[in-house]
């Protein structure tokens, strides 16, 4: 049975306990050379950030997000005990656990942490296929000469050298595909590290409910529970014509996930389809100085994504959410794509003229869409507005001192 110490690395056939060092931390299957496809999950990763960041945190239940009305980003595992989970509204979260120290967002940090974890992946293989900034997919296929040791151990050196380098932790899924690496990866965090075999895939899925097919959620489990289908044996149970028949195009994809069969192969880049963001209000407001404001900061955000990403959009969304919970979202194209936040915010803000009337609001959002790279835009030309141009001018000009200085070195009034 192959064996691997976590801790040092030490690979070895028998023994509950690591040879060399001792420990217990000892990973036993007997595929678990063999397996080269995994998913790599940060734990608790804005949390694990902030708590890095500020010691003072360590031992303290700790919530990421934003006001009374906002919802959790994420929590840490503290908090996630007293039942803190993400996307859950803020007030619903502070009630479990009243004594959670609440930190607003720094995007910054997070993404500067998942840059450095990400080279650490790229130096283990070119086939790395980010989903978030807190995991990737990886593909170690044809690796082993390369690193002179299997996945499984180049996977376990990559999160030690994250907790010993970054500081983060993270929990590693290994199997032979991507279906499979995601659901093992969350079944021990977190620094966990789970494996699933081929020849182990049909038992292992047997009793498991389908909830775990990532993709379907609350509204697919209840059409898959008015079925009959509640775990991966009942699914296996359907024809697959009848899936077909029952559920479209997505009863072929639950006809070959009920077997553990996927397909997919690992993408390195992933197409961005969109870039939004959103704030939510303590209090409703119909104000449009409020608003306005607003709107001008989310698309300096969405702008500064975008220029990030060498990726500029021709459609401009205004999300509003009123207080009964009900959305409008309009949309405006553009004569040509851009990603400068003024004409993003003078698109949304006149979108917001139309649809005052029916606040006041609790939710403001920007978004821009139908995204090209930016190399393929030119400059601004609006024949209605000469001064684009200038204000596209003035707005790099910005940029430039933002890179050299720091981004709160020149900011608009609007933006206080």
């Known amino acids: 049975m192959p064996n691997l110490c976590r801790d040092c690395l030490t690979t070895f056939e028998a023994g509950l306990r690591c040879p060399s060092c001792g420990r217990p931390r000892v ?125 499984a151990v180049m996977l376990a050196r990559l999160v030690k050298r994250m907790h010993a380098e970054i500081g983060l932790t993270g929990s590693i899924g290994l199997s032979h595909n991507k279906f499979l690496a995601k659901i093992a990866s969350d079944l021990d965090k977190p620094r966990g590290f789970s494996v699933i075999g081929l020849a182990e895939t049909h038992t292992f899925l047997a ?111 205004l999300k509003l959410k009123r207080s009964n919970h009900t959305s409008l979202t309009r949309r405006l194209t553009l004569p040509s794509p851009t990603n400068m936040a003024d004409p993003i915010y003078r698109t949304a803000r006149s979108l917001l003229e139309h649809a005052l009337g029916e606040g006041p609001f609790r939710l403001i959002g920007v978004g821009l869409s139908t995204l090209i790279s930016d190399e393929s835009t030119g400059a601004p030309t609006d024949l209605l507005d000469p001064d684009a141009s200038k204000r596209a001018d003035a707005e790099r000009a910005r940029d430039e001192i933002r890179r050299k200085f720091g981004k709160d070195a020149i900011i608009k009034g609007r933006a206080l």
């Open 27 to 151: 990973l036993s299957h007997p595929e678990l050379f063999d397996l080269s496809i995994a998913h790599m999950d940060c734990d608790a990763f804005f949390a694990s950030v902030e708590k890095r960041d500020n010691p003072d945190l360590r031992d303290k239940p700790v919530i990421i997000g934003g006001g009374h009305r906002g919802v959790v980003s994420t929590a840490c595992y503290i908090a996630r005990i007293k039942g803190v989970r993400s996307a859950m509204p803020m007030f619903k979260a502070l009630q479990l656990c009243p004594e959670a120290v609440v930190v607003p967002p720094r995007m910054q940090a997070y993404s500067e942490a998942s840059r450095a974890i990400r080279q650490m992946m790229d130096e283990l293989t070119p086939k790395v296929e980010p989903l978030s900034l807190d995991e990737a997919f990886l593909d170690l296929r044809g690796t082993s000469k390369l690193h002179g040791a299997p996945p």
């Open 207 to 317: 009793d498991k409910p389908v909830k775990l097919i990532w993709g379907v959620g609350k509204v697919g489990q209840v059409s898959l529970e008015k079925s009959g289908i509640r775990t991966f044996a009942d699914l296996r149970r359907w024809d697959r014509d009848d899936l077909h028949v029952r559920f479209g195009s997505l009863g072929d994809r639950l006809w070959y996930l009920a077997r553990g069969q996927d397909a997919r192969s690992i993408s390195q880049r992933q197409t961005v389809k969109s870039i939004s963001k959103e704030t939510t209000f303590s209090v409703d407001t119909a104000d449009i100085d409020v608003l306005d404001k607003h709107i001008w900061r989310l698309s300096e955000q969405v702008s500064d994504r975008a220029k990030s990403k060498s990726q500029a959009g021709r459609v401009v969304t």
